[in-house]
């Protein structure tokens, strides 16, 4: 539905001019800004979905026409509050486990680890 306040002229012939208006217009303007403070201003936290999360954030962007990839990125990191989270080079790596959960993770370290032992005089 399209706001009855914004004039739209009976020769448009296509789509295309239609969206070309309605961008022209005030509303939209007010639109995109929201969409970009929205962005300036969302948060992931590790407990979140991060699918819904991702998609969320992906939909404002293009409400808010931005496409610069630098800006995305820059808006993405900002929105990982977490300070578990570091961010290397084009890596986003989560380092909330202490050493303790590694070492005691039957996962991680086996047993047998425990028998093995480094001669002094090396290998």
């Known amino acids: 539905m399209v706001n009855s306040t914004i004039p739209i002229s009976k020769e448009i012939n296509s789509f295309d001019e239609l969206i070309k208006i309605l961008k022209l217009h005030t509303s939209f303007t007010i639109f995109k800004n929201s969409c970009k403070q929205k962005l300036q201003v969302m948060e992931?936290?590790?407990?979140q979905d991060i699918a819904t999360f991702l998609a969320n954030f992906h939909s404002l962007c293009i409400d808010a026409e931005i496409s610069n990839p630098e800006e995305i990125r820059v808006l993405l990191i900002n929105s990982f509050i977490d300070d578990d989270v570091v961010f290397e080079e084009s890596k986003i790596i989560k380092y909330d486990?202490?050493?303790?959960?590694?070492?005691?993770?039957?996962?991680?370290h086996s047993n047998d680890q425990d028998e093995l032992e480094i001669p002094e005089d090396g290998f």
């Open 44 to 47: 992931y936290n590790y407990k």
């Open 97 to 108: 486990i202490e050493d303790d959960e590694i070492s005691n993770n039957p996962n991680l």
